[in-house]
């Protein structure tokens, strides 16, 4: 705190007048030039018997030791001040301590006795191991002045840089032993001592701007320079802290990403990404806001900057403001998770991945589809991939000469078909003769696939396909199709052109079985 000194009267004057007169009075007789502090102390509201010196004194290393600088610009003048919040005849240096005050008493402005009471405690916790901790270190020679500090102040400063050092380099090295043992234990993986290594130098700089808190004031360094030396650490604080966590997230979001790949769901391995983006720019955020503050920026109006155009934001970006809630919507209902096959709409195709804005799906022309998460979270989602059995169904159409006992045979070997094929649903299985169509007569063949993937659903859907084929070629099944035939039977002269049938029951079952027999010994490869 650089205090402004009056020019020496020849004879000394302690004005109290005014609030500007008193603390001028005080920092006045207190600055190493004009050291007097029997004069600073009658700005002070005290009682008989109390060393009213000392503390003054105190109070001005108390200013001193928080770089906290008094303008006297801004100090009031007149000597009939009023505070406008409290009424009172009152002023308060710094709002950073409330209970240093000035008060007009009987006509005069003096600090008052709540000032005198908290100015021990106040002493004590910014210097801990005495103001005069480091001078008592060096000889009396070390008071002389060189580049605007005494020779005890640059060793104080030599001093300080090494123990911070030293500090540092052993408290890395403990900090990293533990994150690399739990790094070890959680993970059983080498790859991950890296994040571990790297978070431990932010967290033992953290440590160490703590340390400075309460060494650097012990330096009584000068107010115009001590100034700027507090505000920098104190903004050094938020900020190693924020980058200790920032780097910690990377360590952690390790040990969930391999508790996610224990689960089924493969939604948790790409939701796990997006938490650990989401909270790194949360620190971000957060800790630029406490480094603001501590830089001295009015935090309070930035955020309300921020909330006025925040509005503004949301009302130009509604759709992406849809988006991120849909995509929340996808995270917590769980439509589909990656690589499963979903329809919805004009979409088909396999989820590949799922952001903060869209879901990117790649189509069966191997195409990428990005898909608005709002659309998605708007729309039907179908999900086959969610299949436990994959339906197959179709009409096989006889012609209408088939025989009733052909067309039995035929059935009961269809059912037989998917009883042998070993991926099959056979609990649900519904083959008939169901309808008499315009030219042919249809049986229903209504089957589930018990197949994990498109792939293995196509290969079978072709066996059983061409065992049906292969039944009705064997059992002379004709397969009939949607024409319009002129048929004459018989020609004076000529064979008959009707198709011939078996018509004996045992020959065609004896057939049929042969030919399943044959067909479960080759599906059963």
Same mark, same amino acid.
């Given at each position: 705190? *650089?205090?402004?000194?009056?020019?020496?009267?020849?004879?000394?004057?302690?004005?109290?007048?005014?609030?500007?007169?008193?603390?001028?009075?005080?920092?006045?007789?207190?600055?190493?030039?004009?050291?007097?502090?029997?004069?600073?102390?009658?700005?002070?509201?005290?009682?008989?018997?109390?060393?009213?010196?000392?503390?003054?004194?105190?109070?001005?290393?108390?200013?001193?030791?928080?770089?906290?600088?008094?303008?006297?610009?801004?100090?009031?003048?007149?000597?009939?001040?009023?505070?406008?919040?409290?009424?009172?005849?009152?002023?308060?240096?710094?709002?950073?301590?409330?209970?240093?005050?000035?008060?007009?008493?009987?006509?005069?402005?003096?600090?008052?006795?709540?000032?005198?009471?908290?100015?021990?405690?106040?002493?004590?916790?910014?210097?801990?191991?005495?103001?005069?901790?480091?001078?008592?270190?060096?000889?009396?020679?070390?008071?002389?002045?060189?580049?605007?500090?005494?020779?005890?102040?640059?060793?104080?400063?030599?001093?300080?840089?090494?123990?911070?050092?030293?500090?540092?380099?052993?408290?890395?090295?403990?900090?990293?032993?533990?994150?690399?043992?739990?790094?070890?234990?959680?993970?059983?993986?080498?790859?991950?001592?890296?994040?571990?290594?790297?978070?431990?130098?932010?967290?033992?700089?953290? *440590?160490?701007?703590?340390?400075?808190?309460?060494?650097?004031?012990?330096?009584?360094?000068?107010?115009?320079?001590?100034?700027?030396?507090?505000?920098?650490?104190?903004?050094?604080?938020?900020?190693?802290?924020?980058?200790?966590?920032?780097?910690?997230?990377?360590?952690?979001?390790?040990?969930?990403?391999?508790?996610?790949?224990?689960?089924?769901?493969?939604?948790?391995?790409?939701?796990?990404?997006?938490?650990?983006?989401?909270?790194?720019?949360?620190?971000?955020?957060?800790?630029?806001?406490?480094?603001?503050?501590?830089?001295?920026?009015?935090?309070?109006?930035?955020?309300?900057?921020?909330?006025?155009?925040?509005?503004?934001?949301?009302?130009?970006?509604?759709?992406?403001?849809?988006?991120?809630?849909?995509?929340?919507?996808?995270?917590?209902?769980?439509?589909?998770?990656?690589?499963?096959?979903?329809?919805?709409?004009?979409?088909?195709?396999?989820?590949?991945?799922?952001?903060?804005?869209?879901?990117?799906?790649?189509?069966?022309?191997?195409?990428?589809?990005?898909?608005?998460?709002?659309?998605?979270?708007?729309?039907?989602?179908?999900?086959?991939?969610?299949?436990?059995?994959?339906?197959?169904?179709?009409?096989?159409?006889?012609?209408?000469?088939?025989?009733?006992?052909?067309?039995?045979?035929?059935?009961?070997?269809?059912?037989?078909? *998917?009883?042998?094929?070993?991926?099959?649903?056979?609990?649900?299985?519904?083959?008939?003769?169901?309808?008499?169509?315009?030219?042919?007569?249809?049986?229903?063949?209504?089957?589930?696939?018990?197949?994990?993937?498109?792939?293995?659903?196509?290969?079978?859907?072709?066996?059983?396909?061409?065992?049906?084929?292969?039944?009705?070629?064997?059992?002379?099944?004709?397969?009939?199709?949607?024409?319009?035939?002129?048929?004459?039977?018989?020609?004076?002269?000529?064979?008959?052109?009707?198709?011939?049938?078996?018509?004996?029951?045992?020959?065609?079952?004896?057939?049929?079985?042969?030919?399943?027999?044959?067909?479960?010994?080759?599906?059963?490869?």
């Amino acid at each position: 705190m *650089v205090h402004t000194t009056n020019a020496q009267s020849p004879e000394p004057r302690v004005e109290t007048s005014s609030p500007y007169k008193t603390i001028l009075t005080h920092l006045t007789y207190l600055q190493p030039e004009n050291y007097q502090p029997n004069l600073a102390a009658k700005a002070l509201n005290t009682d008989q018997g109390v060393d009213a010196e000392r503390l003054a004194v105190q109070l001005k290393q108390v200013l001193d030791g928080e770089g906290l600088w008094v303008d006297p610009d801004r100090i009031p003048k007149n000597p009939n001040y009023v505070d406008s919040i409290t009424g009172l005849s009152r002023y308060v240096l710094f709002k950073e301590h409330p209970d240093i005050f000035v008060e007009k008493v009987n006509g005069q402005w003096l600090y008052s006795q709540r000032t005198v009471e908290v100015i021990p405690g106040l002493h004590k916790s910014i210097y801990p191991f005495g103001s005069d901790f480091l001078m008592r270190l060096f000889p009396d020679h070390s008071h002389k002045v060189y580049l605007g500090l005494k020779v005890w102040q640059h060793l104080g400063i030599l001093l300080l840089i090494i123990l911070c050092v030293v500090i540092h380099k052993l408290l890395s090295l403990f900090i990293r032993a533990i994150l690399v043992r739990v790094a070890r234990k959680t993970y059983h993986l080498e790859t991950n001592l890296k994040m571990a290594l790297v978070a431990a130098r932010p967290l033992s700089l953290l *440590v160490i701007t703590l340390l400075l808190v309460f060494l650097v004031p012990v330096l009584q360094l000068p107010i115009a320079l001590n100034k700027y030396v507090v505000v920098i650490i104190n903004a050094l604080t938020p900020l190693f802290g924020t980058i200790f966590l920032y780097r910690l997230v990377d360590l952690v979001a390790v040990y969930f990403e391999k508790m996610a790949e224990r689960t089924e769901n493969t939604l948790d391995d790409q939701l796990i990404p997006l938490i650990k983006k989401s909270l790194k720019i949360f620190i971000i955020l957060t800790g630029s806001l406490f480094v603001l503050q501590q830089l001295n920026f009015n935090v309070t109006t930035i955020l309300a900057g921020l909330s006025i155009g925040g509005l503004a934001f949301a009302l130009a970006a509604q759709d992406t403001i849809k988006n991120l809630f849909g995509s929340l919507m996808i995270f917590l209902d769980r439509p589909f998770q990656i690589g499963d096959w979903i329809k919805s709409g004009d979409i088909d195709g396999t989820v590949e991945e799922v952001g903060f804005r869209s879901t990117r799906v790649r189509t069966f022309a191997n195409s990428l589809v990005y898909v608005p998460n709002g659309q998605i979270a708007d729309s039907t989602v179908d999900n086959l991939g969610r299949r436990v059995y994959r339906r197959f169904k179709t009409t096989i159409g006889v012609t209408y000469d088939t025989p009733p006992a052909l067309i039995q045979a035929f059935t009961d070997g269809l059912k037989q078909l *998917v009883a042998n094929h070993p991926g099959t649903r056979k609990d649900y299985v519904e083959i008939h003769l169901n309808d008499f169509a315009g030219s042919s007569l249809n049986i229903l063949f209504y089957i589930f696939f018990d197949v994990p993937t498109w792939s293995e659903e196509l290969k079978a859907r072709h066996e059983i396909i061409l065992g049906i084929i292969e039944l009705a070629d064997t059992l002379g099944v004709q397969f009939a199709f949607p024409t319009q035939t002129l048929h004459v039977e018989n020609f004076p002269g000529k064979e008959s052109l009707s198709p011939k049938y078996m018509t004996n029951p045992d020959e065609i079952r004896d057939k049929a079985v042969r030919y399943l027999k044959a067909y479960r010994e080759k599906v059963g490869k």
